[in-house]
């Protein structure tokens, strides 16, 4: 049967970047109930605030205003929901290894309303196996229903890619994957109504998991080589950028730059698959040195830069520096595991007055995750070292000229500062 035939209604747990949109593409077709535990949250939704730019906001409005997304922090108003899709954080703790509270939190919560006959589709990147070995239990225990008897599930990964305005949620080709196989044509269903680009059905579920896991694995090891590459031209005294448009003149050549890799996904995945293969006995040393090299990135650009003030002879203590960007990629809100707080960090523990500039960012989310007080205008003060770490567009207009007459060491992360303006990038 097809998906629109059914009488559907879907709740969408988790209302951050992936969830919303979601839920407002849904509400096109189908009665949404988004629920979200922070309050705060769904209160900004309703007046019409979206601190992720990524939901169409007029098309929110238009759903609210006729009814057809409700949105909440009540459990109660799922009980009606005959779906449910799961869109929150998986996170990582401090020894890197996965932090499922969040996921089995929201799959207990599903399981206090859970019905004969619901599914519920997780799109939390996980680990191959998570749903069904972490999740499915909580929703069994919590529900007092058995998987594939009395409810099922689906595993449908998001590939939300904050800041792109071009690939866009229907813009991108969704794997879907059922507990059944019955289960699977309607999940794939469910989510062929509303994705254009299209949609691919897995094998199972956990064939579904290690797609995910390995699309952002592979980037982060490709970008790692070229990480580790900027150190070791560096030392050799050549430019990183250079190499590689040369090298790029092969057809078969993959383009990856140089850079900062934090984010949500590409610096956290990876641990989740790594965890994975160590529980079965092998260490992935691949995956995991490549996240090595990546996490220390940071590090390496803060060193850089005090080696060049100390061989300017600049006094290190109460130098100043200028960070330019702090959240982990361009022209985008998203500050989770950026890596440029560690630059931020390595310049202060050498003493360096350091100013950070990030018109995209949050200002009260900043001062309340990394106790920074992100700096409006900077054009006016003079540095003794600028670094260019997030390429936002309003940074092309920021007189490097002016800081290079005084003096100022520039280190360019990104390499779209004009070159003669540039005493080192990667």
Same mark, same amino acid.
């Given at each position: 049967?097809?998906?629109?035939?059914?009488?559907?209604?879907?709740?969408?747990?988790?209302?951050?970047?992936?969830?919303?949109?979601?839920?407002?593409?849904?509400?096109?077709?189908?009665?949404?109930?988004?629920?979200?535990?922070?309050?705060?949250?769904?209160?900004?939704?309703?007046?019409?605030?979206?601190?992720?730019?990524?939901?169409?906001?007029?098309?929110?409005?238009?759903?609210?205003?006729?009814?057809?997304?409700?949105?909440?922090?009540?459990? +109660?108003?799922?009980?009606?929901? /005959?779906?449910?899709?799961?869109?929150?954080?998986?996170?990582?703790?401090?020894?890197?290894?996965?932090?499922?509270?969040?996921?089995?939190?929201?799959?207990?919560?599903?399981?206090?309303?859970?019905?004969?006959?619901?599914?519920?589709?997780?799109?939390?990147?996980?680990?191959?196996?998570?749903?069904?070995?972490?999740?499915?239990?909580?929703?069994?225990?919590?529900?007092?229903?058995?998987? /594939?008897?009395?409810?099922?599930?689906?595993?449908?990964?998001?590939?939300?890619?904050?800041?792109?305005?071009?690939?866009?949620?229907?813009?991108?080709?969704?794997?879907?994957?059922?507990?059944?196989?019955?289960?699977?044509?309607?999940?794939?269903?469910?989510?062929?109504?509303?994705?254009?680009?299209?949609?691919?059905?897995?094998?199972?579920?956990?064939?579904?998991?290690?797609?995910?896991?390995?699309?952002?694995?592979?980037?982060?090891?490709?970008?790692?080589?070229?990480?580790?590459?900027?150190?070791?031209?560096?030392?050799?005294?050549?430019?990183?950028?250079?190499?590689?448009?040369?090298?790029?003149?092969?057809?078969?050549?993959?383009?990856?730059?140089?850079?900062?890799?934090?984010?949500?996904?590409?610096?956290?995945?990876?641990?989740?698959?790594?965890?994975?293969?160590?529980?079965?006995?092998?260490?992935?040393?691949?995956?995991?040195?490549?996240?090595?090299?990546?996490?220390?990135?940071?590090?390496?650009?803060?060193?850089?830069?005090?080696?060049?003030?100390?061989?300017?002879?600049?006094?290190?203590?109460?130098?100043?520096?200028?960070?330019?960007?702090?959240?982990?990629?361009?022209?985008?809100?998203?500050?989770?595991?950026?890596?440029?707080?560690?630059?931020?960090? +390595?310049?202060?523990?050498?003493?360096?007055?350091?100013?950070?500039?990030?018109?995209?960012?949050?200002?009260?989310?900043?001062?309340?995750?990394?106790?920074?007080?992100?700096?409006?205008?900077?054009?006016?003060?003079?540095?003794?070292?600028?670094?260019?770490?997030?390429?936002?567009?309003?940074?092309?207009?920021?007189?490097?000229?002016?800081?290079?007459?005084?003096?100022?060491?520039?280190?360019?992360?990104?390499?779209?500062?004009?070159?003669?303006?540039?005493?080192?990038?990667?």
């Amino acid at each position: 049967m097809d998906a629109k035939e059914q009488v559907i209604k879907i709740g969408v747990i988790g209302l951050g970047y992936v969830g919303l949109p979601l839920a407002v593409e849904f509400a096109k077709l189908y009665q949404v109930v988004g629920y979200d535990i922070n309050k705060k949250r769904v209160e900004e939704l309703k007046g019409n605030n979206d601190q992720t730019l990524e939901a169409d906001l007029d098309t929110l409005k238009e759903e609210l205003a006729n009814g057809k997304i409700t949105l909440t922090s009540e459990l +109660e108003a799922l009980k009606t929901c /005959n779906y449910y899709i799961v869109t929150v954080p998986t996170p990582i703790d401090k020894s890197n290894n996965p932090d499922l509270a969040p996921l089995l939190s929201a799959s207990k919560s599903i399981g206090c309303v859970l019905k004969k006959g619901d599914i519920v589709i997780y799109e939390s990147t996980t680990y191959p196996g998570c749903t069904e070995e972490a999740c499915v239990p909580v929703l069994e225990s919590a529900s007092g229903l058995k998987y /594939n008897v009395d409810f099922f599930c689906g595993y449908s990964p998001e590939r939300i890619n904050p800041g792109d305005k071009e690939n866009t949620l229907t813009k991108i080709r969704k794997v879907t994957s059922g507990s059944t196989p019955e289960v699977a044509q309607k999940v794939d269903q469910l989510y062929a109504s509303i994705i254009t680009a299209g949609t691919y059905l897995a094998p199972n579920i956990k064939v579904a998991e290690a797609a995910k896991a390995i699309e952002n694995a592979q980037r982060d090891i490709n970008i790692s080589f070229i990480n580790e590459l900027s150190l070791i031209f560096d030392r050799i005294g050549i430019d990183t950028n250079d190499v590689l448009e040369a090298a790029s003149t092969k057809w078969n050549f993959l383009h990856y730059k140089p850079g900062l890799v934090g984010g949500h996904c590409i610096s956290v995945d990876p641990y989740y698959l790594a965890h994975k293969s160590i529980s079965l006995g092998y260490y992935p040393e691949v995956i995991l040195s490549g996240r090595h090299v990546n996490n220390g990135m940071a590090k390496f650009i803060a060193e850089k830069v005090i080696k060049l003030l100390i061989g300017k002879g600049s006094k290190l203590k109460g130098a100043k520096a200028l960070i330019l960007g702090f959240t982990f990629k361009e022209n985008c809100p998203d500050t989770r595991n950026t890596k440029v707080i560690d630059i931020y960090r +390595e310049l202060n523990e050498y003493g360096l007055e350091v100013d950070v500039c990030d018109p995209w960012a949050n200002f009260d989310k900043v001062k309340a995750e990394y106790d920074i007080e992100l700096k409006t205008d900077t054009n006016g003060n003079l540095y003794d070292a600028v670094i260019v770490a997030v390429s936002h567009e309003q940074f092309n207009s920021f007189d490097f000229q002016r800081q290079k007459n005084n003096g100022a060491i520039i280190f360019d992360v990104k390499g779209n500062v004009p070159r003669d303006l540039v005493d080192a990038r990667l």
